[in-house]
Nanobody, 118 residues
Framework: QVQLVESGGGLVQAGDSLRLSCAAS????????VAWFRQAPGKEREFVGN????????SYTDSVKSRFTISRDNAKNMVYLQMNNLKPEDTAVYYC???????????WGQGTQVTVSS
């Protein structure tokens, strides 16, 4: 089974950009659809977007479309979340999660904190 580790979070100002990374180990990486979720203080975990096993297609929740881009490098077992034009409401702990053959997201990283100041 796959293990996931996120990195790249931090404190930025509104309008800045940040790239999060999700490093996978174990398992067959190309067998997993990978998603990014986030959880803000006092709120439920929210789906941000996901990317297909080949990396050929990504989908996003409406609030991040045109600002966030998910990509993956299967040769390196890595998934990235490029976040541009960040807003204070993007402040959250960001998690990557993997779903074997696109079924349930049963594998989760520990999360990385993103804080956007106004």
């Amino acid at each position: 089974q796959v293990q996931l580790v996120e990195s790249g979070g931090g404190l930025v100002q509104a309008g800045d950009s940040l790239r999060l990374s999700c490093a996978a180990s174990g398992g067959t990486f190309t067998g997993y659809t990978v998603a990014w979720f986030r959880q803000a203080p006092g709120k439920e975990r929210e789906f941000v977007g996901n990317i297909t096993r080949s990396g050929g297609y990504a989908s996003y929740t409406d609030s991040v479309k045109s600002r966030f881009t998910i990509s993956r490098d299967n040769a390196k077992n890595m998934v990235y979340l490029q976040m541009n034009n960040l807003k204070p409401e993007d402040t959250a702990v960001y998690y990557c999660a993997a779903a074997w053959l696109g079924f349930a997201y049963n594998y989760w990283g520990q999360g990385t904190q993103v804080t956007v100041s106004s």
